[in-house]
């Protein structure tokens, strides 16, 4: 249900959606999955909304600092995890956005070669 609000917040507002776009490298694809957030001394359990082989949109109600480092466990639909690291680049924690999911996006980094195929093949 709520991949469909953040769809239609896009919908309705098509600017924010290519300025989000131009700032990327790889265009991200709808995609709910569950996800291990793994950040200094905290873990938390959160959902993707969109993922691409750079990056992905994690929604959590309590988003992290733009700049903060974390460790990802993007679980795969056959119940693997893909592990990454990565960086939060933007977050959605006061609404700034204008769209119901609280979130941030994460930038992917450090990709080891076996992880990126995994994130290739979710993808497909």
């Given at each position: 249900m709520f991949i469909i609000s953040y769809q239609n917040y896009f919908l309705r507002h098509p600017e924010k959606r290519s300025a989000m776009n131009e700032k990327r490298k790889e265009e991200?694809?709808?995609?709910?999955t569950k996800a291990e957030v793994h950040y200094g001394d905290g873990m938390t359990f959160s959902t993707s909304i969109d993922i691409s082989s750079a990056g992905i949109f994690i929604s959590t109600p309590e988003p992290?600092?733009?700049?903060e480092k974390i460790k990802l466990a993007i679980q795969t639909s056959d119940g693997n995890f893909i592990k990454v690291d990565g960086i939060v680049r933007w977050n959605n924690c006061e609404g700034e956005y204008n769209y119901d999911r609280l979130g941030m996006g994460v930038e992917f980094i450090a990709i080891p070669p076996d992880e990126l195929k995994k994130i290739n093949a979710l993808l497909n």
């Open positions: 991200r694809i709808l995609k709910q992290l600092t733009t700049g």
